[in-house]
Nanobody, 124 residues
């Protein structure tokens, strides 16, 4: 396994913004798929958004138009820009890399390496 390290979480009010960052080894950064997941208390981990190595992208409906993925190739860093945050976006956010499977999905089982998470709290 490789180490992914998230940062940038925090507490904001409804409508606020945060940018999360995930630094990782090169082998993870160039893997088939990179994604952000989140887990709210008492709920299962949920895939939020991904970017694939061939430019494929996907996001869940509730974050479309608000969350944006970007990558800094020189820094081996994946970013998640989150705008117009809502209380239902609250949770622990994890970045993940798929170093094994050919398909890009938002299923947690399809990702091989994970960060420790960064907490995002949105208050109303």
């Amino acid at each position: 396994q490789v180490q992914l390290v998230e940062s940038g979480g925090g507490s904001v009010q409804d409508g606020g913004s945060l940018r999360l960052a995930c630094v990782m080894p090169r082998i993870a950064f160039t893997s088939r798929c990179l994604a952000w997941f989140r887990q709210a208390p008492g709920k299962e981990r949920e895939g939020v958004i991904y970017v694939g190595s061939v430019g494929d992208r996907a996001a869940i409906e509730s974050v479309k138009g608000r969350f944006t993925l970007s990558k800094d190739d020189a820094k081996n860093t994946l970013y998640l820009q989150m705008n117009n945050l809502k209380p239902e976006d609250t949770g622990m956010y994890y970045c993940a890399a798929n170093l094994r499977f050919r398909r890009c999905t938002l299923r947690a089982v399809d990702f091989t390496d994970w960060g420790q998470g960064t907490q995002v709290t949105v208050s109303s």
